[in-house]
């Protein structure tokens, strides 16, 4: 959970109240980090690391706070939160910001790994459009995306800018002039959440800048509404999300699973089945969000959105109740099974651009807008595959929290691993590793409808909707290799990538007393094969 951990204070009285575990210090530290003493030393290090890199750029008699973000763990609801569906996280690792208030609206971002991120400024004001109130956040991201194309870098600071952006766009009259001027921050950044390894790194950036802004600001916003905006502030950057990450991070409590349910955001939690624990694998291959891998994350999205205005447009005795894709179900739409899978049916198993255009002419406007956060797929928009995902995922995702409250770990399991599957890109057949097909052409639609009203009890199990992973298809051999070597290990009930996919990591629910053995399985069949280097912690 992002906090402030106290109000302002000179850099060099920081430095003396966590070396001396002070009290205020170590008893906010225990309320994020419970007893987990190892957490809270290393937290500590990291505190007195940044404060000192901060001291060394800025001087140690700046009056400075300390935020702490995280990066978060999603094992349930994945690629669904910005169509309404629930996300199932666990908060990780740390993210931590010294940050100075600045009397005029430049922003000075360092960070403590210098090597890695280079030193960056930017005035707020010069940085929006002048003369006049952004009418489209949406609209303008693109627009401002576009003049960074070309630039094969994703510079760092365009996290920490698009929630600064976002938030003076919020505080911006029609006339242009500010309702409220933000000001300026001289930061100095430290984390320890893996770069582009699906951890939402970049999120957590973005909601510790936010955290700090509020603060600084004395801006009133609560935590449910921040988390919202930092989700549409992460649009600056060019992906397309929603804001179960951000909220993830600012809700995470130690020992428990969060279950976060989007328009409106609700918050609930379970804590999490003793003798059990969570491995995190990194695949090493970075899942950056440019080029190649923007397209692709973006193209997903956007057969979500073509797909429920042609459900809309093929059902419209539903067309009211449809207002997310996760309305697609039995409960909302008061049908069985059989009836959502052939709202499924009806949906193009690929559509190209103009095909879309074609059968949505009514929606033309909102359908090239979606055009633009993206290249078009080579073999079109898999809609129909795409969307079953969506839907299934999102009952799953639903099923998670009453599987832990009911102890039933095995059930927990098995939607873990059906979710994976739908992302497979790769399986292992007789000791091969060969490419999946994730498609539902209409006959396989047919026979799921037909294994419904068979009376079979075995038939009937296996068509429920829950059990169907789809096809998402965002996963990598890498990650599957990684998830099937845990699969084939003693204790493992469940594994699955993490994150929007295409590199990463995975994570694996293991009985704690086999966690050890899961971790040599990896090494020795994952990482020491292909030269990489092995670091557990």
Known sequence: MPCEISGLQPVSSWIELIRDRRDSFDGRLHQIYGDNDELKIEAARMCLCCLGAFAAKYGADRNVMIIRSAGRV????????????????????????????????????????????????????????????????????????????????????NYIRAAVLYLQHLNTKDDGSFQQAIRGMNMMVYGNVPRAAGLSSSSALVTLTAEALVRINGLQIDSIRLAEHCGHA?????????????????????????????????????????????????????AKKQAGARDAFNSRVAAYVFGLMMIRKNFPQYAGKLRHLRDVNPETLGAGQAEIYRIVRSLPASACRADTLEFLPECEQDVRNVF?????????????????????????????????????????????????????????????????????????????????????????????LWRQGGGYNVSLPELDTLVDIALATEGVIGAGLVGAGMGGCVVAVVEDEHARRLIENMTEQYYQPRNLPVRAE
């Open 74 to 157: 999603n094992l349930l609801g994945t690629h669904i939160d910005h169509r309404g569906g629930s996300v199932n996280p666990i908060a990780v690792k740390h993210m931590w910001l010294v940050v100075e208030p600045r009397d005029d609206d430049l922003v000075l971002a360092k960070n403590f790994e210098s090597n890695d991120f280079a030193d960056e400024q930017f005035s707020i004001s010069r940085c929006l459009p002048a003369g006049g109130k952004i009418e489209n956040w949406d609209a303008w991201c693109y627009d401002e995306f576009e003049k960074r194309r070309n630039d094969p870098s994703v510079s760092w600071s």
């Open 234 to 286: 992460e649009w600056y950057v060019g992906t397309r999300g929603g804001f179960s990450d951000h909220a993830a991070i600012t809700f995470g409590q130690p020992n428990s699973l969060l279950h976060i349910t989007a328009f409106p955001m609700t918050i609930d939690n379970a804590a999490f089945a003793a003798g059990y624990g969570f491995v995190l694998a990194n695949s090493l291959i970075k």
């Open 372 to 464: 633009r956060s993206h290249a078009e797929p080579r073999e079109g928009y898999p809609v129909r595959q795409v969307c079953l995902y969506g839907i299934a995922e999102c009952i799953r995702a639903e099923m998670a929290p009453q599987c832990l409250r009911a102890g039933d770990m095995k059930t927990f399991g098995e939607i873990i691993n059906t979710s994976h599957d739908g992302d497979r890109v790769t399986k292992l057949v007789a000791g091969r590793r060969v490419s999946t097909d994730n498609s539902y052409p209409e006959e396989r639609i047919d026979a799921l409808i037909g294994d419904l009203g068979s009376g079979d009890a075995g038939r009937i199990s296996r068509a429920e």
